[in-house]
């Protein structure tokens, strides 16, 4: 198993340009996140997904889209990027087991400037 | 609200040593997993360790170990016998229920720079 594979691993963009950042997992599994790290913090959700079809804002959505199409893939739209937007974007999965997610498994991260 | 703080931004240990990372969180939830997630200079999250909250006992996993005082909301990561491969950024965080199905996400301290000197 591959695990959560993200690309690309670092971008560079201009402001007002835009990309989607991919994400795809093999695990068969229903929860789905992007995250972001700014410089020495924490992570803080974007958005979530539980399944094909269903998705849900996180606590910092503005300025990004997600879709949901398959279980295996959750990409990252960024319209229109801002510098506010240059950080690194992990990727993120996870299972139910009774009632609890008890483990989230991360992409390798995308470090993400805008200039 | 339902947060983490590590309240130590930098530690420094000689290799060989044991060193003890501080969390505490607040959450209303009565059971819900804490977690110990170690990010090398190369970015990835890594597990390091995991405990329920409804477990009782301190959970351990080689070198790292847990001392989870469930009444007091502190979850610390002993590391025993450092190693240079320890140098990394910790985090701790625990699994909070959100918005629609069922869904979890991961609330995160702000992390503990860890480095482990020869």
């Known amino acids: 198993n591959a695990g959560v594979t993200q690309t690309p691993k670092f971008r560079i963009l201009k402001i007002g340009q835009s990309m989607t950042l991919q994400c795809a997992q093999d695990m068969n599994h229903n929860y789905m996140y992007w995250y972001r790290q700014d410089p020495g913090m924490g992570l803080k959700l974007i958005y979530y997904?539980?399944?094909?079809?269903?998705?849900d804002k996180g606590e910092v959505p503005n300025g990004y889209n997600v879709s949901r199409s398959t279980t295996e893939d959750f990409p990252l739209r960024l319209e229109l990027a801002a510098p506010s937007q240059t950080s690194v974007y992990f990727c993120?999965?996870?299972?139910?087991?009774?009632?609890?997610?008890?483990?989230?498994?991360f992409g390798q991260g995308t470090r993400l400037t805008v200039v | 609200a339902q947060t983490v703080t590590q309240s130590q931004p930098e530690m420094s240990v000689q290799e060989a040593e044991t060193v003890t990372l501080s969390c505490t969180y607040d959450t209303s939830e009565s059971n819900y997993y804490l977690f110990w997630y170690k990010q090398p200079p190369s970015r990835q999250m890594i597990l390091v360790i995991r405990?329920?909250?409804?477990?009782?006992q301190n959970a351990t996993e080689n070198r790292f170990s847990v001392n989870f005082q469930k009444a007091a909301k502190s979850f610390s990561l002993k590391i025993s016998d450092s190693q240079l491969g320890d140098t990394a950024m910790y985090f701790c965080a625990f699994m909070k229920r959100i918005g629609i199905q069922g869904a979890q996400k991961l609330v995160f301290g702000q992390g503990t720079r860890l480095t482990i000197n020869p």
């Open positions: 405990q329920e909250a409804y477990k009782q």
């Open positions: 993120a999965s996870s299972y139910s087991t009774g009632g609890r997610n008890t483990e989230a498994f």
């Open positions: 997904s539980v399944g094909a079809g269903i998705t």
